[in-house]
């Protein structure tokens, strides 16, 4: 079977981002951001996105593009004989998987709320207990979340049906081309509001004595995590794409460009959001309820609001479902190559299964919203808990020692993959930072997860 491959250079940056940009970075990142102080937590996530995140990121490409394969024969081909690395390639389509089983649920929301903006049913006089009622009878309603689920999963693996130059590369350039353009409107439209100076001074200015009170080490744990969590490591997710590329360019520069996209949406959703807030006299530190209860009662509030709530719920609908069509198709291709399957045959039974599979997370929130698992959460926070507490950390802690220690692939195996193209060379003197100070802290992340 031939492989398929990306079309151009600027087709695996753009879908290689689209995997990253993500619900992590439009819902998750303002509100972490707002719960803790704003600039020095700002300051901090793109000092660990640089030291921590583009270095895993060209482990995991580099592992992709040398073997050509997806994780578990990746692995297996690179590993030395005897050796069991390959099993964490199961563990990461595991992981692909359960994210998928909840990820496509919050993508339907988002989908839906655009919707709900776009025929007008938010009307303009509604306040913050309008709003939250309106969240609450969304998520008590199952056949409403199922209808908008199974639009999600339809039209992404229909998108991904088509292979990866009509499918996937060809959506993800439209896509991602609109996002980005919708963000910097929205972005301009926030600074304009009344209250835009000071949410942009809480948002980018660091204030260490507000930091100091919520205190600094909690800040700073929360930035790594975010840093971490916000370019989908350690699961696969970014191998496939690895093993797509051509090896034309180096991976170091490669990593800084998704890294630069990832950083510029996620930077660009708080510019949206928290002059939007503090010109509406918002807490800026609401939550994971920030996007769903806070500011659909912020837009329904200001001129137009009908209109900016709309295009700010398309940009959170392209943002989540780039992500999904990406995971997808690590699902697909895991499927092709293990079990000999055609694409279309693989698309069909993925398909049916995610969408089975993602009805636990829906039923949690209404016919089974007794049902407490780990810690007493519910079924969304338990699949999310697992993921990105677990696996994202566990994954990316695998991917490091696999290219770094003797017993793996190797260090010297590994920068010459990274290093090979035109482009930022990654020097060989961070041998040492890359083999004992970013597992440690990945280590931590770890610990304080769990």
């Known amino acids: ?183 910097v409107v929205l972005a301009i439209h926030s600074c304009t509001l009344s209250g835009a100076k ?72 708080g510019t949206i959001i928290f002059p939007a807030c503090f010109s509406f006299g918002v807490e800026p530190n609401a939550g994971p309820k920030l996007i769903f209860v806070t500011l659909p009662t912020v837009f329904s509030g200001m001129a137009g609001g009908r209109i900016w709530g709309t295009l700010f719920f398309l940009f959170m609908t392209f943002a989540s479902f780039t992500t999904v069509i990406a995971v997808f198709e690590n699902l697909i291709a895991g499927c092709m190559e293990n079990f000999g399957w055609e694409r279309k045959k693989s698309t069909v039974i993925n398909c049916i299964f995610i969408l089975i599979a993602s009805l636990p997370c829906i039923f949690g929130y209404n016919i089974w919203s007794d049902l407490k698992l780990i810690g007493g959460r519910d079924v969304l926070d338990t699949e999310d808990f697992l993921v990105s507490n677990l696996l994202l950390p566990l994954g990316s802690l695998i991917y490091l020692l696999f290219c770094t220690s003797k017993w793996g692939w190797g260090f010297d195996k590994y920068i010459e993959e990274a290093n090979c193209g035109t482009g930022l060379r990654i020097p060989r003197s961070f041998k040492f930072f890359f083999r004992y100070v970013i597992p440690v802290l990945v280590v931590i992340i770890l610990i304080q997860g769990l």
């Open 198 to 269: 000071e949410g942009l001074a809480f948002y980018l200015l660091p204030d260490f004595a507000r930091a100091s009170e919520l205190g600094i080490m909690n800040v700073l744990t929360a930035a790594m995590n975010q840093a971490f969590f916000t370019l989908s490591l350690g699961i696969g997710s970014m191998h496939i794409f690895g093993s797509y590329m051509t090896r034309d360019h180096t991976l170091g520069g490669e990593a800084v460009r998704i890294c630069g996209l990832d950083t510029f949406v996620a930077l660009m959703s």
């Open 1 to 183: 079977m031939k492989r398929e491959s990306f079309k151009s250079r600027i087709g695996f940056l753009l879908v290689s981002a689209g995997c990253a940009i993500g619900i992590g970075n439009v819902w998750r990142f303002p509100y972490v951001a707002g719960q803790n102080g704003g600039g020095v937590f700002v300051l901090f996530y793109l000092l660990f996105l640089l030291l921590m995140g583009a270095p895993v990121l060209t482990m995991e490409l580099a592992v992709g593009r040398a073997s050509r394969q997806s994780s578990v024969k990746g692995f297996k081909n690179l590993e030395k004989p005897g050796h069991k690395w390959h099993f964490h390639g199961w563990l990461g389509l595991a992981a692909c998987y359960l994210l998928m089983m909840y990820y496509t649920t919050v993508a339907g929301w988002m989908l839906s709320y655009f919707y709900k903006f776009a025929v007008g049913q938010f009307s303009s006089a509604m306040d913050n207990a309008a709003s939250n009622a309106a969240f609450g009878a969304m998520l008590s309603n199952p056949g409403e979340m199922i209808l908008w689920m199974v639009i999600v999963v339809v039209a992404g693996f229909l998108v991904c049906s088509a292979g990866i130059q009509n499918g996937l590369e060809r959506i993800s350039k439209w896509m991602m081309t609109s996002l980005l353009l919708l963000i």
